[in-house]
């Protein structure tokens, strides 16, 4: 007789697991940062007072069509008006300072030089994008311009230049701005020892109207948005201390002005 063994009960069929998905990492957001109004103040209530201080205390030569009173008051408004949009620079500045996913300064004496200015004019504006043209290159035909707001991102290596305004940007603003973008990735890496790898431009009007078509232009309904923190709200506190000090001085010289004439 032979022996056959029983065969061995068949593996029950393992269930074929599903193929494992790619799930994107959800995008860090934007740190909630805000700056404190009352640190902020701090830092700009100064400017505010010592801006109409000078402004009020400027001697104004008598207009031929108006009289000395007007002529005054319509300097003291005429600088105040411009003394507001360098507030806007200074509180939008200083809204960014303390953020720790970007870098923000003012720079004050952006060299231009005649090479890149023929270079604005040949290159295309993909190509200015990643352009790096030498910063500083020593040619002796050269100029400087302020450059309002820069601003560096460390994540994408983005370095932006930022044109602000208080109303409508001008033609000459736009073209300075447009050299500037093709030398700032040089700019940052040599200047500022920052690894730049592309570069944008920008345009800040902040009480100008919309273009539905426009690119790389701001408003102030755009800012929040754009710097993923409230500026909007800094600039308007800031403002609203501005409009404050002139109110009081124009106040006070009309009463000087009511006391000398009684």
């Known amino acids: 007789m032979v022996f056959v063994p029983e065969p061995e009960p068949a593996a029950e069929p393992q269930p074929t697991p599903p193929e494992e998905q790619y799930v994107p990492p959800a995008p860090n957001p934007l740190p909630a940062w805000h700056a404190p109004l009352t640190s902020l103040m701090e830092r700009v209530a100064p400017f505010c007072a010592e801006a109409i201080k000078r402004i009020c205390s400027r001697p104004f030569e008598t207009d031929p069509i108006l009289t000395a009173d007007q002529t005054r008051l319509a300097g003291i408004i005429n600088g105040a008006t411009r003394g ?33 200015t023929n270079y604005h004019k040949a290159a295309t504006a993909e190509g200015m994008a990643f352009a790096a043209l030498p910063y500083g290159d020593g040619d002796a035909k050269h100029r400087t311009v302020q450059v309002d707001l820069i601003t560096f991102e460390a994540a994408t290596g983005t ?96 009463d000087e002005r009511e006391t000398a004439a009684a």
């Open 84 to 116: 507001h949009g360098i507030l806007i620079e200074k509180a939008i500045l200083e809204s960014l300072q303390d953020r720790a996913d970007r870098l923000a300064w003012c720079e004050p004496a952006f060299r231009l030089s005649h090479g890149d």
């Open 159 to 254: 370095v932006r230049a930022y044109e602000i305004k208080r109303n409508h940007e001008d033609a000459g603003s736009a073209a300075n701005l447009a050299i500037v973008r093709s030398l700032l990735i040089s700019y940052a890496r040599t200047v500022k020892q920052l690894p730049a790898v592309s570069a944008e431009m920008w345009t800040i009007s902040y009480y100008g109207v919309p273009h539905k078509h426009a690119t790389f232009r701001l408003t102030r309904a755009d800012l929040d948005e754009h710097f993923g923190c409230p500026v909007v709200a800094n600039v308007d506190r800031a403002t609203a201390a501005y409009r404050e000090a002139l109110q009081s001085a124009l106040t006070t010289a009309h």
